[in-house]
């Protein structure tokens, strides 16, 4: 038996901690069978992200994201800079679902300002039975903590530009080689 005594279903249920405001925990409080509740509205949410053509789309729109940061710094507009940044970040949640993309991780360093953050990832490519794996590391020095939120949701945007052009590569390969890749 599953928790609540409900039968298993696509590999059983797990319990899951979250806290919410008071609104949706008064709003999940009228709700007769809060899991079933959640589970059906949200599955469909989150199937749309794993895999397929929107996690192309998120990829695509990070690589975007990344060129315009790029182009940005270099003329100097730095209020664009903060505004792509801050957009890459509000969809780093979605990327996230896209479980064949890269992944990516950021290190702060608790020292008093200025100082450096990390921010890197790794991509795994499977061809036939070889594995390739493609990381990335920039670290970047920010003065406040304002700058420490740009530094962060610009590294990541490019770190996942910089992955999906390797993903880009290995696709590309795979056919030019009529290799079954996977």
Known sequence: MALGGRPKEEGGHKPLKISVDDFV???LNKVENKSRFIEETLRPI???FDPGDVCQVVSEIYEKIAQEIIQATKKGKYDKVAALAAFANSLEDYRKLCSPFSETYFQRDYSEYPHRVTV?????VRRGDEWRTSCYKIILEV????EEETALAYGHALINSWLLDQQKAMSTSCYVSKKVCS
């Open 46 to 48: 989150l199937k749309q």
């Open 120 to 124: 890197g990832g790794g991509l795994d």
């Open 143 to 146: 003065e406040d903590e304002g």
């Open 25 to 27: 925990y008064t709003a």
